[in-house]
């Protein structure tokens, strides 16, 4: 009965390989994000998603496209995986996002890519 | 550039010592601070939503209260497994988190 899940919750990959993160919820929420989780733990969106249309880009390497084939799920894909990549990647949904951006998120257990 | 900052970074506290994190945020254009608890190896769970200066709100031995310029969960006689890491975000149109604070609570 997990409300966001994630798989894989680890993943080790070298260099320049490509992978991919998927995430489904089961809340009925319209919107779902992905974050990443520095070293710091520095939560930062990457990207959200309001009914499989993309809502939220923030600045990210164009190597990272989310896929969302219906509103219940959202998937990260990564190409040529680079050091920097390493981090907790989490995604979560939410309530519509309002003018108000007072939703509150349900995050996923999160998904750790190590690039070696 | 919207902002949020949490002091202390960690914090050590012995089983009863009540204290209190601070969360510091942008002003400007804020509609929402928010409190989430992190477990290691899990994603945050969301604790509180403040709206407007005065609000405080409760849950067991944690309140948040929230000023013009910042937040405070105040943690009154910690427990244990009141031990995790405590972020606040505020939200701007979508949300920026502040770098947490680390609580270690000893019995």
């Known amino acids: 009965d997990t409300a966001v899940s994630q798989t894989p919750k680890y993943l080790v990959t070298q260099m320049g390989n490509d992978k991919s993160i998927k995430c489904e919820q089961n809340l009925g929420h319209d919107t779902m994000y992905w974050y990443k989780q520095d070293s710091k733990k520095f939560l930062k969106i990457m990207f959200s998603y309001n009914n499989k249309e993309l809502i939220i880009n923030e600045t990210v390497p164009n190597r990272f496209s989310p896929k969302s084939p219906d509103k219940a799920h959202l998937n990260l894909h990564i190409n040529s995986l680079e050091l920097g990549d390493s981090a907790v990647y989490f995604c979560?949904?939410?309530?519509?996002?309002?003018?108000?951006?007072?939703?509150?998120?349900?995050f996923g257990a999160g998904s750790r890519l190590t690039v070696l | 550039e919207d902002q949020v900052t949490q002091s202390p970074e960690a914090l050590r506290l012995q089983e009863g010592e009540s204290s209190s994190l601070n969360c510091s945020y942008t002003?400007?254009?804020?509609?929402?601070l928010f409190w989430y608890r992190q477990d290691p190896g899990k994603g945050p769970e969301f604790l509180f939503t403040?709206?407007?200066a005065g609000e405080e709100k409760e849950k067991e031995r944690l309140k948040a209260t929230l000023t013009k310029k910042e937040s405070f969960l105040h943690i009154t006689a910690p427990k244990p497994e009141d031990s995790a890491t405590y972020l606040c975000?505020?939200?701007?149109?979508?949300?920026?988190f502040g770098q947490g604070t680390i609580l270690t609570v000893h019995p």
């Open positions: 002003v400007s254009g804020l509609r929402g």
């Open positions: 979560a949904s939410s309530t519509p996002l309002d003018n108000s951006g007072a939703n509150v998120l349900t």
């Open positions: 403040l709206y407007s």
């Open positions: 975000a505020g939200t701007y149109g979508k949300l920026t």
